[in-house]
Structures are given as C-alpha cells and as structure tokens.
C-alpha cells in the first residue's frame, strides 16, 4: 500500500509545482516561433530571468493576429500579442483590449517613439528580394512594364503585404489603382502571409517576392550565399515597426510589464538580428552583426502615421481589391 | 383485409430529421439575423462569385469532356486490370483533399516533375496557382466520378442494340450516332450539374491552389471574412449568396441526373463489334489513370521521405482527426438510421430534397452560422472538434440515405407483408429483416464519412485556436510553413488513416455477407 500512498503524493507534489510556475502566454507570428526564428532563443532567455514558463503561439501572420484578437474578445489566453506593426497599432488600440505600458528605452528607430500602448522590438524596409545576377526593376513602374513574376502577401491578413498596399498608396496617391493594375499580369500568386511567400520564391515560383531589404541577410550570414539582393526603388521604402502589446484581460500583468521591458533589452535584442532578420529597436552592445552593413539603405524612407492608416486603408484595400479582381 | 403499409421508425425518424434541419436552419437563422438585411457586396466579393462560377464551370466541363472517351474506352474493352482501374477511381472520394492537393503540386508545381521534365528540353516551368491550379485539382477530384457516371449510361444500353448494330453493319460512327449520342445527351448534363454544383462549395483547394482576389471561391470568401477582418456581417452575408448559389446549382443537378444508379454490372462489358482504333481507347485510359496515379505515388514517395521529419505535433493532431472521426462516424449512425427506416417506408421517400440538401448546405455557412450561436455563450474555440465532427456528420448524410433507403425499401417490399402478418415487434424486424440487409451499404457509408471526416479541412479552419488541430490542418500550417518534408510525412500518415478506416469500415460491413 505504501507504494501507492507515495506514488499519489508525488502526484500531487508534481501538480503542486507545476502550479506554482506561472505561465506567460505570447500570440506572436508563425514565423516567430518556429525554430529557426526568435522563438526559442527568447524563451531560453526570459524564462532565465522570470521563473516562469514562457508559451509562444504563432496565429498567422501579423495581421491575421488582430483578427485572432478580435474573435477571442476578452476571453484571449494570451496575455502579450507580439508581431504587430504600426499600420495596425491604431485598429488594435480601437479594440480597447489593450492595456498601457510604461517602457522606457533609448530607441535605435528611424522616428521617435510616444505610442503608450505598443512597444516596438523590431524595424526594417520592405522590398522587393530578388536573385542578384537577375536586372531588378528600379521602381513599380518598371516592374509593373516588365515580365517578372512576383509573389505577394494578402493586406488583410500579413504585415508585408499591407505595408506593400500603404507603400504604393503613399508613393502614388489616386494614382495606386493603375500601378495595381499593371502589377495585376506580373503576381504569381498572393499568399497568406509572409513565410508561404518566401518559401515559394525560394522554391522558384517567382522572380521576386515582397520581404525586406534585411532579407539577404539571412542568406549572406546564415548561408554564406551572396545570391540574393533587394531591389531598391527610387520612389522610396516603406517602413515597418514591429511592436507588442499587453491585454488588459491578461491574468499575469505583472509578468507581462516584465516581459515588454525584457524586450527592450541586451538580451532580447541581441537575438532579433540573426534570427527574425530585421533591425533591432534598440541597438544592442555588441552592435549589428557583420553583414548587415552590405545591405541597401534607401534613401527615402516613407510611413504613414499610425492614426492615419485606418481609414487610409480601407480605401487602398478597396482599389486593390478591385484592381486585382478583374 | 387491407393492410397498411409498415412503417418503421414513425417517432425516431421525425426526430433524427428535426436533429439535421434544427441545426442547419438555426445556423440559417443566425447567418441571416447578422447580414442585417445588408446585401451590398464588395467588389472583392462581386469577384469571388464569379470566380466562383467560372472555376465551376470549366472544372464541370473539363471533367465531363476528359470522361467521354475514358468511360468510352471503359465501356468497349476488356483487359486485366480493368476492375482495378474502376476501384482505384474510386479512391479520389476519401482522399483528403489537402493531401491531393500536396500531391498535385508535387507533380504539377513550379518545382515539380513535370516543370522538370519542360526545363529539360528548355521549356517555361508550368504554375498550378491560381484559376488553372484549382481546376486541375477539381478535374482530379471530379474526373473518376464523371467517367463512372457515364460508364453506368454506357452500361445501361442494352447488350441486344449493339448486336442489332452489328448485324446491320453499323461502323463506328454510326454506333456512336445512333446508340451512343443519345444516351450522352442524357448522361452528361446530369454528369456536368453535379460536379458544377459540388465544385460550388469548393474550400481546401481555393484555400491552398487559389490566391489573391482572383482565386476566391465564396467559401473561401466567408473565412477570409471570419480570419482576416472577423467580419461576421461580412461572412454571414457571402454564406447567404452561397446558399442561394448552391442551391439553385444543385435542384438543376437533381433535376438532369438521371435516377438509377444501380450498384454492380460495371465489370461486364458488353460485346462490342465496333471497336476499331484499339490504341486510341488504351491511350486515353493511360491519360486517365497516369492523371490519378503519378500524384498519389508523389504522395507516397515524398512521404516516406518526410516521415523522420514529422514532429510530434502531428500525431497530437491525427489523435483529435481520429476523435473527430469518431464522433462523426457515431453521429451518423445515430441519426441515419432512424432516418433511412422512416424514410425507406413511407411513400414518398424525401431521399432527393436530402441529397438537395447535402449539396447546397456549405460547411462553412454552417460554421459561420453556429460560430454566432456559440460564441456568446463560450468560446467557440473549445468545441471546434465536436463541432468539425457534426457537420462532417450532416455532410455525410444525405449520401448515406441514398445508400440506405432504397435498401429499406427493397427489404420492406420483399418482407414487410409477411413481418406484418406475423406480427413481429419492430425489434425483431430490424435485428433479422433489415439489419442483415442494411450492413453493407452501412458500412460503406460509414466508412466514407470516417474517411472523408479524418481528412477534412472546412470548419475546422473557421473555429480552430493555434493550439488545436486536426491532422489535415496541422498539415496545411506545415505547408505554410514551408517544412515541406513534415508535410509530406504528415501528407502520408493522413492517406493511410482516410483509406484504413475506409477500409475498415467497410469490411465489418461486408463481413455479414456470407453469414
């Protein structure tokens, strides 16, 4: 019998200490946590410092994330959401499901940052990625006239893919539905989010896909192959800040305030440029890896101010979608 | 003394039918309750219902038009393998459809054989996304079911015509003038409206093969509206146009189809005179069998090379595909039977608003619908497997009345008087009288539903939470995530469950037989 009594103890002894490890659930972009990117590392590194149990969910790419938001209302188990930028910070705001934060850091952004909901862990240019010894185009107007195949990601559910719709439409105002339309004969196909995407361009399906000027990083430092380049484009770069929030519903925001000012630091940061393959928003001590100083630096870079996308996008999402049906 | 007829399941039967329409209408309800009256649709939307139609359309047309000289080929010889060939045209019923989609772009994709085959001799590599990629996956789909309704037309002419034809001299023209073109112009448009209306609702393959707003299916439509902008309005209005859409397709389908569809005799040509161009016939039954065969062998290859890659996660998820299985199976045995009892023995049978029904009803307006009920109540997220399961159930279940009811009949027409005058308690006449009779096409439904429940991608995408999967959604984000060698293995262990519990099913059912 004693044999048993034991057995149920340490049952009961196992639970106990299982219950005692709070867990901090993060709903972040497929491409985030998978082992390849920042996922893992992070969680080695938070859960160093947190005694707690660090769960990162990929929920599709970064738009699909607000969508994700949305449907769970108040009853989200996630108590961050990590992967959203600041063409979205304004509609994620509007959801009233987020709470403030009090991080404080001296940002390495291209502009400053006052937004109290959101705080940003990453930035990069969008571009177009191609094979280096292939002619890119210098502009959409050239791309649009030429007979590359490219891959794009859908606004309504990826980051890239809605930072491409506000690229054009800030480049090109009343004039964005033409250079849509023109686009229409050159675009394979438009995927869901941004790891279909490059996963097909890698494959062969196109000649260029929509991704970031950091993206040849990723080849030059991970696999010392110089092959693939972005495109620069005379009209300028759109910019993405990647930024996280914390919810009001979280159950944990004592860990939650901790892991938002965990992202700002050495140790987080240090991870972002080799793993997610973007600038990290602070710059970390030991600076930015060899590598990252071959890459193009537009010289114009072009944003939208947060609060000015929503209804900015509403009406480019309606040109594009008109443009690219027919 | 007059008797009345025996009617079976008098209470059981209406129950079992409020348990398939409450649900469905009551999704309906809901659906129309949140469109709010508003039926202005975007342009986005404007082009998935075309899109919608047009990849119908041509899918329908492709399919029909590949199956006339196949079943042709079918009908006018004999050689080994032939019975084999008819059962493997089968197998596209329970392949899921995620899994012949992988298999399909391994064959066809920009990175696939026969892109390769064109690189070799200096040609453009082909591309299956997009309006081509979905038809050719529906053409997969749809091809086997076309040639076997066309080769049951070409069964059902009479053994004597041809002989007649023979004495009078007919060549082959002639034969197919007089013979053969009118029992096409019957067998077609039925052939052509059924798989229009089944590709109306097309999810999965839009899902993977189509992109962008060119390649929207209204199904495709309705998540896109759930996922990517949780427009609820948005969704519930779309699945009102696909009802409407659907439904029409599919009252036209039951209308031109024509009403047999009796089981065996596709194993016995009948002896033709006027089979002149041999290889002609034998080139298109390669053409039709190497287009089902080469992507269920890439499905099979590539996935013994990806099984080592297949994380855990995957047999988590093919764990809740068998639970859904499971429940589905156990759901349409508790709702078919009462029904095909009730409805096998009544006079008007009710068998063809069934199948108008199963056809017309989308999965995901379904979802959609439900998703609203639930949702204020609890979180929807933790039903989505009981909830897949249902509606696999509903989906399957007009196709196993069709199976079952004429089996009721027949059983009640050959011993229902005689049940009757002995007066036997309903009871015995289920256990000796229907039962042994019901087994069969019981097991073989069960076994589709089983089949087609494992594999299915539908509502499962509308209400899963990232931590909940299925298999063939696990399998779809691994795709997404470009682990193409997990997604293979997964791809594989996905097919051997459809065809395993197929097969199983199917035999238990088939095992009465000879008792």
Redesign the interface.
């Known amino acids: 019998m004693k044999h048993l009594t034991l057995a149920a103890a340490s049952i009961i002894g196992a639970t106990a200490a299982l219950a005692e490890t709070p867990v901090l659930t993060v709903y972040a972009y497929d491409s985030f946590v998978t082992e390849w990117g920042p996922g893992p590392a992070v969680e080695v590194a938070f859960e160093e410092i947190c005694n707690c149990d660090l769960q990162f969910i990929g929920a599709g790419d970064g738009a699909a994330l607000l969508a994700r938001l949305k449907l769970d209302g108040a009853r989200s188990d996630a108590d961050i959401v990590l992967g959203l930028d600041t063409n979205l910070t304004a509609a994620a705001a509007e959801t009233g499901l987020f709470a403030q934060h009090s991080v404080k850091a001296d940002y390495a952004l291209p502009i400053e940052w006052t937004d109290t909901t959101f705080v940003p862990f990453d930035w990069g240019y969008f571009a177009f990625v191609h094979n280096a010894d292939a002619t890119a185009p210098t502009d959409f107007k050239s791309l649009a006239s030429s007979d590359s195949k490219i891959i794009i990601q859908d606004p309504r559910s990826s980051t890239p893919g809605l930072g491409l719709l506000l690229w054009v439409k800030s480049a090109y105002g009343d004039e964005a539905p033409a250079i849509w339309a023109d686009l229409q004969d050159n675009i394979v196909t438009v995927t869901k989010g941004w790891s279909e995407a490059y996963g097909l361009f890698l494959d062969g399906e196109a000649d260029l896909v929509l991704s970031y000027t950091t993206s040849p990083a990723y080849h030059l430092i991970a696999e010392s192959d110089s092959s693939k380049a972005a495109a620069s484009f005379d009209e300028g770069h759109y910019l993405q800040i990647e930024v996280a929030g914390k919810l009001a519903s979280s159950d944990q925001p004592e860990l939650a305030d901790q892991f938002l000012e965990f992202m700002v630091s050495d140790a987080f940061q240090g991870i972002i440029p080799t793993t997610n393959w973007m600038y990290p928003s602070v710059t970390p001590a030991a600076g930015l890896p060899d590598g990252f100083e071959t890459l193009l630096t537009p010289e114009k870079a072009l944003l939208l101010p947060a609060n000015d996308v929503p209804a900015l996008r509403e009406e480019a999402l309606a040109e594009w979608l008109n443009a690219l049906s027919n | 003394m007059a008797q009345r007829a025996l009617q079976l399941s008098k209470w059981t039967g209406p129950i079992a039918l409020f348990a398939v329409v409450g649900p469905i209408l009551a999704a309906l309800i809901a659906v129309g309750a949140t469109a709010e009256g508003k039926l202005y649709l975007?342009?986005?939307d404007?082009?998935?219902i075309r899109f919608t139609l047009v990849q119908s359309f041509l899918s329908a047309a492709f399919s029909v038009a590949l199956a006339i000289p196949a079943a042709r080929a079918l009908a006018r010889r004999r050689f080994r393998g032939r019975s084999a060939l008819i059962t493997l045209m089968g197998a596209p019923f329970i392949l899921p459809v995620i899994v012949a989609v992988f298999g399909l772009l391994t064959v066809f994709?920009?990175?696939g054989w026969v892109s390769s085959i064109l690189g070799a001799v200096g040609l453009e590599?082909v591309?299956i996304?997009?309006l081509h990629g979905v038809v050719i996956a529906h053409v997969f789909f749809n091809l086997p079911l076309a040639v076997r309704l066309i080769l049951q037309g070409w069964n059902d002419i009479p053994a004597e015509r041809f002989r007649t034809a023979a004495l009078l001299d007919f060549g082959p023209n002639a034969v197919f003038r007089i013979i053969e073109w009118p029992m096409l112009r019957k067998a077609v448009p039925g052939a052509f409206a059924l798989i229009f209306a089944i590709c109306l609702t097309s999810f999965a393959v839009a899902l993977t093969l189509g992109?962008?707003?060119?390649?929207t299916t209204i199904e495709l439509a309705i998540y896109?509206a759930?996922?990517?902008?949780?427009d609820l309005g948005r969704a519930a209005l779309l699945s009102i146009y696909q009802l409407g859409i659907a439904g029409c397709a599919a009252a036209i389908a039951l209308l031109l189809i024509p009403l047999s569809f009796a089981e065996g005799g596709l194993n016995r040509p009948v002896q033709r005179w006027d089979t002149t161009p041999a290889w002609l016939d034998y080139v298109w039954l390669g053409l039709a069998s190497a287009f089902l065969i080469v992507p269920l062998s890439a499905i099979v290859l590539s996935g013994l090379a990806g099984l080592p890659d297949v994380p855990i996660s995957v047999w988590h998820s093919a764990t809740a595909s068998l639970y859904v299985a499971f429940i589905s199976v156990v759901v349409l045995m508790i709702l078919v039977l009462p029904l095909a009892a009730w409805m096998g023995s009544r006079k008007r049978s009710g068998i063809e608003a069934a199948s108008l029904l199963g056809l017309a009803a989308s999965p995901l307006m379904i979802g959609t619908g439900w998703f609203i009920l639930i949702n204020p109540v609890i979180?929807p997220?933790t039903v989505a497997l009981p909830v897949t399961a249902f509606v696999n159930a509903l989906m399957a279940l007009p196709f196993a009345i069709r199976m079952l009811a004429p089996a009721v009949r027949s059983a009640i027409a050959d011993h229902g008087q005689l049940a009757q005058s002995l007066n036997l308690p309903h009871v015995v006449i289920w256990r000796y009288v229907l039962w042994p009779r019901l087994r069969a096409p019981l097991g073989f439904s069960l076994g589709l539903a089983a089949a087609l429940s494992v594999g299915d991608l539908g509502v499962i995408a509308l209400f899963a939470?990232?931590?909940r999967a299925t298999l063939p959604l696990q399998m779809y984000?691994l795709?997404?995530?470009?682990r193409v060698d997990a997604a293979a293995g997964a791809a594989l262990i996905l097919l051997a469950l459809a065809f395993t519990l197929f097969l199983l099913f199917d035999r238990w059912g088939r095992a009465n037989a000879d008792s």
């Not at chain 2, 992109?211 to 390649?215: E, N, S």
């Not at chain 2, 759930?226 to 949780?230: E, L, P, S």
């Not at chain 2, 795709?479 to 470009?482: E, I, P, S, V």
Request: glycine share 20%; proline share 12%; net charge neutral.
């Open positions: 975007g342009p986005g404007w082009a998935a994709g920009r990175a590599p591309s996304y997009g992109g962008g707003p060119r390649a896109q759930f996922r990517f902008d949780f979180d997220q939470d990232p931590d984000r795709m997404g995530a470009y």
